[in-house]
């Protein structure tokens, strides 16, 4: 067993070994390592005994991803209207009373001016798809108290910035299946960078 942590040790710090810094940092974690397994390699059925089992609230209190097709989008639903209240309370005061911008990013813009020098990044151009609002929303905003808002409170803010962006009707409701039949104006004219 000693012989594999050696071996293990000797890989990290070789595969960062292109700088000095890297060949240091393989070394230190080669240690870290090797000390955390009490010198000798453990057996697969043994825990390293970090962290510890998640009760079923904490799972579900745990983020899930949010796909450009609207998987992991939860249940819920909010309409404009009721975005209107909370996008006055948490946002208005970064990105303004109409979503064009404050002390951060404009929400809706001039969607003309995509192929000018200064964009406008509007969400109606910057956006490719719909569903992904959901979880930028959820995981950082707003960003004093990210996670803050409810599942029909996020759905309610994206209705309203979606009315600010010409998508929808004043009052609609938004919810999952609503997010992920929704095509974004823009969406067709992203490009990968390995794209030729």
Same mark, same amino acid.
């Given at each position: 067993m000693a012989r594999f942590d050696m071996y293990l040790l000797e890989s990290l710090s070789s595969s960062w070994r292109f700088t000095r810094f890297g060949s240091k940092l393989g070394l230190m974690l080669g240690l870290l390592w090797w000390g955390a397994m009490g010198h000798s390699a453990i057996a697969d059925d043994v825990s390293p005994g970090l962290g510890r089992a998640l009760d079923p609230v904490e799972l579900k209190r745990l983020q899930t991803h949010v796909f450009a097709d609207g998987r992991g989008l939860p249940s819920g639903s909010g309409n404009s209207r009721q975005g209107a209240k909370i996008y006055v309370?948490?946002?208005?005061?970064?990105?303004?009373?109409?979503?064009?911008?404050?002390? @951060?990013?404009?929400?809706?813009?001039?969607?003309?001016?995509? /192929?000018? @020098?200064?964009? #406008?990044?509007?969400?109606?151009?910057?956006?490719?798809? @719909?569903?992904?609002?959901?979880?930028?929303?959820?995981? @950082?905003?707003?960003?004093? *108290?990210?996670?803050?808002?409810? #599942?029909?409170?996020?759905?309610?803010?994206? /209705?309203?910035?979606?009315?600010?962006?010409?998508?929808?009707? *004043?009052?609609?409701?938004?919810?999952?299946?609503?997010?992920?039949?929704?095509?974004?104006?823009? *969406?067709?004219?992203?490009?990968? *960078?390995?794209?030729?």
């Open positions: 309370e948490h946002c208005a005061g970064c990105h303004g009373d109409n979503g064009e911008g404050a002390r @951060a990013m404009e929400l809706s813009g001039d969607r003309s001016l995509l /192929a000018s @020098a200064y964009p #406008d990044r509007g969400i109606a151009v910057y956006w490719p798809y @719909a569903p992904t609002l959901f979880e930028y929303i959820k995981r @950082a905003m707003p960003p004093e *108290k990210p996670g803050s808002l409810s #599942d029909s409170e996020i759905y309610a803010v994206i /209705a309203r910035l979606l009315e600010f962006n010409g998508l929808i009707q *004043k009052g609609q409701r938004v919810d999952a299946a609503f997010l992920s039949s929704l095509d974004m104006p823009n *969406k067709d004219n992203f490009r990968s *960078k390995y794209e030729d």
